[in-house]
T-cell receptor, first 115, second 111 residues
Framework: DTAVSQTPKYLVTQMGNDKSIKCEQN?????MYWYKQDSKKFLKIMFS???????INETVPNRFSPKSPDKAHLNLHINSLELGDSAVYFC??????????????FGPGTRLTVL | ELKVEQNPLFLSMQEGKNYTIYCNYS?????LYWYRQDPGKSLESLFV?????AVKQEGRLMASLDTKARLSTLHITAAVHDLSATYFC???????????FGEGTQLTVNP
């Protein structure tokens, strides 16, 4: 059984289009994340939700909008795609808490290519 | 702002040799994680280190954490080709939730 799943795995689209990536976790975790991994493999957090509430909102263009309909799902919508948005986007989840480990479990990634 | 630095960033080694990857971080934290990423794949959790002096071992890999020195090491013993991958350390900032990742160490083990 897949713990953290993302769809689609690959996304090729033209500049200016709008696209969405979906993420689901079946681990019962209360916190979910979106990361962007660039071509140099650098991983940067974009957003985090805890129980459907946005708790981390890094400096990303407001063309990126996360949505969490429930604590098992976190989607990422991107408007007006630009060439620089090409990257691999990872979803992750964890059961966060001050005393607990914040070990995060990652989805398979979505490779976005903007032409 | 928490900064996490790994070195080396690229490591090419021969099978059978030992080596250590270092992860330094800039502010107080006692929770550190190591991940492995194969080309084109996701990140796989390797080790969770939750206190000063923590040491974890799995096969040919051993990770340790020194929170006073703000340093974690990932030691590779008698490397084999299957260990070729990129290794990331990640540090938990105060208050939890946010992980800051190092740049990654791309390890290549040659026969």
């Amino acid at each position: 059984d897949t713990a953290v799943s993302q769809t689609p795995k690959y996304l090729v689209t033209q500049m200016g289009n709008d696209k969405s990536i979906k993420c689901e976790q079946n681990l019962g975790h209360d916190t979910m994340y979106w990361y962007k991994q660039d071509s140099k493999k650098f991983l940067k957090i974009m957003f985090s939700y805890n129980n459907k509430e946005l708790i981390i909102n890094e400096t990303v263009p407001n063309r990126f909008s996360p949505k969490s309909p429930d604590k098992a799902h976190l989607n990422l919508h991107i408007n007006s795609l630009e060439l620089g948005d090409s990257a691999v986007y990872f979803c992750a989840s964890s059961q966060a808490g001050l005393e607990l480990s914040n070990e995060q479990f990652f989805g398979p990634g979505t490779r976005l290519t903007v032409l | 702002e928490l900064k996490v630095e790994q070195n080396p960033l690229f490591l090419s080694m021969q099978e059978g040799k030992n080596y250590t990857i270092y992860c330094n971080y800039s502010t107080t934290s006692d929770r550190l994680y190591w991940y492995r990423q194969d080309p084109g794949k996701s990140l796989e959790s390797l080790f969770v280190l939750l206190s000063n002096g923590a040491v974890k071992q799995e096969g040919r890999l051993m990770a340790s954490l020194d929170t006073k020195a703000r340093l974690s090491t990932l030691h590779i013993t008698a490397a084999v080709h299957d260990l070729s991958a990129t290794y990331f350390c990640a540090v938990d900032g105060k208050g939890g939730s946010r992980l800051t990742f190092g740049e990654g160490t791309q390890l290549t083990v040659n026969p």
